[in-house]
Nanobody, 114 residues
């Protein structure tokens, strides 16, 4: 059974930091590209960052320079380090594995507010 479990969300003040984690099980993690997405309130889900099997990364313009995606293949983990958080970063954050098959986690809430 494939599972992606996100954690690390919470309430943070503007300018603060959070580190999201996503633990994968049931897949050969090293063969999967991993991505983070987010869905702000009343908006569509949007892509945030990607990390390929070889470690190369890509970022959405809205978070470039503030967020860093990384992975630990030994632990089947992918991370999203989020710095200089803004209220507009408030969203449910999801991790996604794939291809060849596509899997999603259940999401973790990030709220940036004073």
């Amino acid at each position: 059974q494939v599972q992606l479990v996100e954690s690390g969300g919470g309430l943070v003040q503007p300018g603060g930091s959070l580190r999201l984690s996503c633990e994968a099980s049931g897949i050969s993690f090293t063969f999967y590209n991993m991505r983070w997405y987010r869905q702000p309130p009343e908006k569509q889900r949007e892509w945030v960052a990607s990390i390929r099997t070889g470690g190369s990364t890509n970022y959405a313009d809205s978070i470039k320079g503030r967020f860093t995606i990384s992975r630990d293949n030994a632990k089947n983990m992918v991370y999203l380090q989020m710095n200089s958080l803004k209220p507009e970063d408030t969203a449910v954050y999801y991790c996604r594995a794939g291809p060849p098959n596509e899997y999603w986690g259940q999401g973790t809430q990030v709220t940036v507010s004073s």
